[in-house]
Structures are given as structure tokens and as C-alpha cells.
């Protein structure tokens, strides 16, 4: 087991009480590692392949599933108004973890990692983007790395193997006095505690992914010769990446001044999450950080139908802006109609039965019927990852998708058929044999209703 010194930390900040401070653009410190964490008999890394719903067999790919703990010193920042991100005069340490499928021979590498900030709504680590891009990633030889990203996941992984997880830690580094009483964002404002916080996120992923990109042992592929590393995330996880893009990448470099990512692909996810958790927040209309900026690197976003009906028009249609093609602004939205936010497969993905039972939680998709409809928004995922990764390397620009027609209220406009008009059309809307209700309910009926007739 290998332990890699912390390299010296190069955004530096005057932190005293109550003041903020600018953060310097430059190299992104490079955490410390230990790991892999051996596997027994009776340990293993939650999100595995092997232990799953519906198992994957990643060895029969060529693969190898492996973890690592990571540790540094995360600041909280603040981010008032347009522009980068400030210090916020807090910084303390904390410890992570990630999980990186990897193919065990380097000469099958494709250059391309798929980094994805792990979803935590549920209140444990969903591997959502995994799910959806991991037939290409095992066929292509990609790398996927998934990093923890909510302390309240932690604490999860924690009551899941208390001797596996338990020096992981989100300590909050804010005086007592000064943190919020009931601190958190929007409807998941419970995950968050006073004595944990939110905000050391994002220099947890920046450290992580300088860690990828570090040279030497300590990086835990090195041998593998990286080209891209394209930043992933659903839901609540593309919302903390719409963040991170505009608060964080405009300083955050690697060690050749480049960003840190080479790309961002977001799906179903688009209002901002808060930059710490004692932050106000950020979504209201005119609000120009809403809109994803100029950042010098592609940006697809994907949104489903049900991003539109089950949650308040705000965050669909508060993000939205105009695709570009400029050297320093390459954007697209892709609005798909038809599938919900979940996924009728995404509950094959999610731990089994045995792992959940050990944090008193069950699967969703183990016992209900899993909350979404079968349109395959996870294939149109996967060719936005396949534009993303052309966009990136060759230059080839994606063709530009008609947005979904919505009403004055932003609402779906709908169909005969009762299925949305416009967006990216795929066969189960164009030739549609039911009418999709692209809700997130568990309401009789509204995972799919067949077409009459």
C-alpha cells in the first residue's frame, strides 16, 4: 500500500474571519495517496461492478476494478457575483476517496478517462454516468474514475464498513459560530450537517483530477499515457459541474496552465449548485451565472423531458442558452423528449440488496418498480460522449438539436399522442406506440401508459 507526500499547495490566501480573498489562477495541488485498498473476502469498494443489482463483469472486458483514498487541504470559497470564485478564508483537511475501472493491460488504453463526480441524491454514491457510458467505455478502453462528492456519502460509506471508510472525512473548517443552522441546498438541504460542508467539493475534484494528470508513482495510472480526461455527471452531479465551470476552472490549472478537464459532458442537470453550504442560492431568474460561460473546452449538456415537467421550469429553461462554436466557447444543449429523469435500467446500476442493507437503505430499482420510463436516454448520453470526445480531439463540431416546444409557463408543448414536439427525436417518439409520462412518480400509471387503440 502506497503513501505519496502532499505537494506543496500553490493558491495561497490571507485566511482570516470574514474576509475573501481572490483565488490565484495555477497549479492545482497534487493530494496524497494511499491505495489501492485491498479487497477481502469481507471488504470491498461500495459501487462495484461485482456487487450490483444486475452484476457487471468487468474482468471479462479486460478490466480491473480498483480504490484509492486521497487526503489535502480544501478551502471554502464564496462566489457573490459574475466571475471566479473568492476564498472565503476557511481552508482544513479532508480525506476521499475514488474508484477507477481501468483495463489491466495500459497498451488497450484509449487515452480517454471519463472522470464522474458521484451522485449522491439517494444519500449514497450512484455511479448514474457509469451507467449510461459504460458499454462504450468497455468497448473503446476508457478509463472511468468516479470520485465521492457530499460528505453526507461519507457517512454512508462509513456505517457501510466503519473499518474500510472510517478515516474518510469532510470536517467543516468555519469557526462554529459562523455555520449555518440548517445548512444545505434546495430539496436536499437534510444531507448536509454543521459539523461536515458541501463547499470543500471543489477543490476536492480539482485535486483529484491534478492527481490524475501528476507525474511519477504516486499517480494511480501512472503507465497509462492520458490524453483526455472529460468531467461527467447526472443530476445533481451535472449541477455541481455547471458550477465548478463557471466559479472554479477559470483558475483551476493543470501544471502546463492548461484546465484541468478537457471536456464536460452534464446530463438532466442544470441549475447551479451553491458554492458552500451556508451560501444562498444562486437560481433566479436573470441571474447571470446561471448560463454556463465561455471556458475553452466543449460543453454538452443533455436534458430529458421530465427535467422540464417534474421540477419548477427554472431548471430547464433558466439555464438555457444559444449553442456556440468559437474557439473559446463551444457549446450544445441537447433537449430529448420522452424519457424521464430516471431510467428503467439505471436500477440495474445501483448497489444489491446486501451492500444497501448494510447502510438500512434498499435499491430503488429491488423494491418498486424503477421510477422512470424505457425511452433510451441513456444511448443519447452515449453519443453525446462520442460528440464530446470528436469535438475534443478532432475538432468535429456536433450538429446543433432543435430545443423541446414549451408553453408560456415552461411546459411541454404536446402531440396527438400525448408525447412532447420538437428537441432531439429518437424512433420511440416519432413512431410512438405509447404515450410517455416523463414524471418521476410512483403514482399508478405514470411510469408508462399505453397508447389506445
Same mark, same amino acid.
Given at each position: 500500500?502506497?503513501?505519496?507526500?502532499?505537494?506543496?499547495?500553490?493558491?495561497?490566501?490571507?485566511?482570516?474571519?470574514?474576509?475573501?480573498?481572490? #483565488?490565484?489562477?495555477?497549479?492545482? %495541488?497534487?493530494? #496524497?495517496?494511499?491505495?489501492?485498498?485491498?479487497?477481502?473476502?469481507?471488504?470491498?469498494?461500495?459501487?462495484?461492478? *461485482?456487487?450490483?443489482?444486475?452484476?457487471?463483469?468487468?474482468?471479462? *472486458?479486460?478490466?480491473?476494478?480498483?480504490? @484509492?483514498?486521497?487526503?489535502?487541504?480544501?478551502?471554502?470559497?464564496?462566489?457573490?457575483?459574475?466571475?471566479?470564485?473568492?476564498?472565503?478564508? @476557511?481552508?482544513?483537511?479532508?480525506?476521499? !476517496?475514488?474508484?477507477?475501472?481501468?483495463?489491466?493491460?495500459?497498451?488497450?488504453?484509449?487515452?480517454?478517462?471519463?472522470?464522474? =463526480?458521484?451522485?449522491?441524491?439517494?444519500?449514497?454514491?450512484?455511479?448514474?454516468?457509469?451507467?449510461?457510458?459504460?458499454?462504450?467505455?468497455?468497448?473503446?478502453?476508457?478509463?472511468?474514475?468516479?470520485?465521492?462528492?457530499?460528505?453526507?456519502?461519507?457517512?454512508?460509506?462509513?456505517?457501510?464498513?466503519?473499518?474500510? @471508510?472510517?478515516?474518510?472525512?469532510?470536517?467543516?473548517?468555519?469557526?462554529?459560530?459562523?455555520?449555518?443552522?440548517?445548512?444545505?441546498?434546495?430539496?436536499?438541504?437534510?444531507?448536509? /450537517?454543521?459539523? &461536515?460542508?458541501?463547499?470543500?467539493?471543489?477543490?476536492?475534484?480539482?485535486?483529484?483530477?491534478?492527481?490524475?494528470?501528476?507525474?511519477?508513482?504516486?499517480?494511480? =495510472?501512472?503507465?497509462?499515457?492520458?490524453?483526455?480526461?472529460?468531467?461527467?455527471? *447526472?443530476?445533481?452531479?451535472?449541477?455541481?459541474?455547471?458550477?465548478?465551470?463557471?466559479?472554479?476552472?477559470?483558475?483551476? !490549472?493543470?501544471?502546463?496552465?492548461?484546465?484541468?478537464?478537457?471536456?464536460?459532458?452534464?446530463?438532466?442537470?442544470?441549475?447551479?449548485?451553491?458554492?458552500?453550504?451556508?451560501?444562498?442560492?444562486?437560481?433566479?431568474?436573470?441571474?447571470?451565472?446561471?448560463? /454556463?460561460?465561455?471556458?475553452?473546452?466543449?460543453?454538452?449538456? /443533455?436534458?430529458?423531458?421530465?427535467?422540464?415537467?417534474?421540477?419548477?421550469?427554472?431548471?430547464?429553461?433558466?439555464?438555457?442558452?444559444?449553442?456556440?462554436?468559437?474557439?473559446?466557447?463551444?457549446?450544445?444543449?441537447?433537449?430529448? %423528449?420522452?424519457?424521464?429523469?430516471?431510467?428503467?435500467?439505471?436500477?440495474?446500476?445501483?448497489?444489491? $440488496?446486501?451492500?444497501?442493507?448494510?447502510?438500512?437503505?434498499?435499491?430503488?430499482?429491488? #423494491?418498486?418498480?424503477?421510477?422512470?420510463?424505457?425511452?433510451?436516454?441513456?444511448?443519447?448520453?452515449?453519443?453525446? *460522449?462520442?460528440?464530446?470526445?470528436?469535438?475534443?480531439?478532432?475538432?468535429?463540431?456536433?450538429? @446543433?438539436?432543435?430545443?423541446?416546444?414549451?408553453?408560456?409557463?415552461?411546459?411541454?408543448?404536446?402531440?396527438?399522442?400525448?408525447?412532447? &414536439?420538437?428537441?432531439?427525436?429518437?424512433?420511440? $417518439?416519432?413512431?410512438?406506440?405509447? &404515450?410517455?409520462? #416523463?414524471?418521476?412518480?410512483?403514482?399508478?400509471?405514470?411510469?408508462?401508459?399505453?397508447?389506445?387503440?
Amino acid at each position: 500500500m502506497a503513501y505519496i507526500g502532499l505537494s506543496r499547495i500553490l493558491v495561497i490566501g490571507a485566511f482570516y474571519l470574514g474576509l475573501s480573498f481572490s #483565488a490565484v489562477a495555477g497549479t492545482v %495541488p497534487v493530494p #496524497a495517496l494511499q491505495g489501492p485498498i485491498p479487497v477481502t473476502a469481507h471488504s470491498h469498494e461500495w459501487n462495484s461492478p *461485482y456487487h450490483q443489482v444486475i452484476p457487471t463483469n468487468i474482468g471479462a *472486458y479486460g478490466y480491473i476494478d480498483q480504490e @484509492y483514498f486521497y487526503s489535502g487541504i480544501a478551502n471554502v470559497y464564496n462566489w457573490d457575483s459574475i466571475g471566479p470564485a473568492t476564498l472565503a478564508g @476557511y481552508s482544513g483537511p479532508y480525506q476521499n !476517496r475514488l474508484i477507477i475501472f481501468r483495463p489491466a493491460d495500459p497498451r488497450r488504453f484509449s487515452g480517454r478517462v471519463v472522470f464522474e =463526480l458521484l451522485n449522491s441524491t439517494e444519500g449514497y454514491d450512484i455511479a448514474a454516468m457509469w451507467e449510461a457510458l459504460s458499454p462504450s467505455i468497455l468497448k473503446n478502453g476508457d478509463i472511468y474514475v468516479g470520485v465521492t462528492t457530499k460528505p453526507h456519502s461519507i457517512a454512508q460509506l462509513i456505517t457501510f464498513d466503519p473499518k474500510r @471508510y472510517g478515516t474518510l472525512s469532510w470536517a467543516n473548517p468555519v469557526p462554529p459560530g459562523l455555520r449555518g443552522a440548517t445548512p444545505g441546498w434546495g430539496d436536499v438541504a437534510d444531507q448536509s /450537517t454543521p459539523t &461536515t460542508q458541501d463547499g470543500l467539493v471543489w477543490d476536492i475534484v480539482s485535486q483529484a483530477v491534478a492527481l490524475l494528470r501528476s507525474s511519477g508513482p504516486g499517480n494511480p =495510472l501512472n503507465g497509462f499515457a492520458i490524453k483526455q480526461i472529460y468531467a461527467a455527471g *447526472y443530476s445533481q452531479s451535472a449541477c455541481l459541474l455547471s458550477t465548478y465551470i463557471n466559479a472554479i476552472q477559470p483558475w483551476a !490549472r493543470q501544471a502546463t496552465g492548461l484546465p484541468l478537464f478537457d471536456g464536460y459532458l452534464l446530463a438532466s442537470g442544470a441549475v447551479l449548485y451553491q458554492i458552500n453550504q451556508d451560501a444562498p442560492t444562486i437560481n433566479a431568474a436573470g441571474d447571470p451565472r446561471t448560463i /454556463t460561460e465561455a471556458n475553452g473546452v466543449p460543453v454538452i449538456r /443533455t436534458m430529458s423531458q421530465s427535467d422540464f415537467a417534474d421540477f419548477p421550469p427554472w431548471s430547464s429553461l433558466i439555464a438555457r442558452r444559444a449553442d456556440a462554436d468559437l474557439p473559446a466557447d463551444r457549446f450544445r444543449l441537447i433537449e430529448v %423528449p420522452g424519457p424521464a429523469h430516471g431510467n428503467v435500467v439505471g436500477g440495474d446500476f445501483l448497489p444489491d $440488496l446486501v451492500d444497501t442493507g448494510k447502510i438500512h437503505l434498499v435499491p430503488l430499482g429491488s #423494491a418498486i418498480p424503477f421510477v422512470g420510463n424505457d425511452v433510451p436516454y441513456n444511448a443519447v448520453i452515449r453519443g453525446a *460522449y462520442a460528440n464530446l470526445d470528436q469535438w475534443v480531439r478532432n475538432g468535429t463540431k456536433p450538429r @446543433y438539436a432543435p430545443r423541446i416546444n414549451v408553453d408560456a409557463v415552461g411546459a411541454p408543448l404536446l402531440d396527438a399522442a400525448g408525447n412532447a &414536439t420538437g428537441g432531439l427525436r429518437t424512433p420511440w $417518439l416519432d413512431v410512438p406506440i405509447a &404515450t410517455y409520462y #416523463a414524471h418521476n412518480s410512483l403514482l399508478p400509471g405514470s411510469i408508462l401508459q399505453w397508447a389506445i387503440g
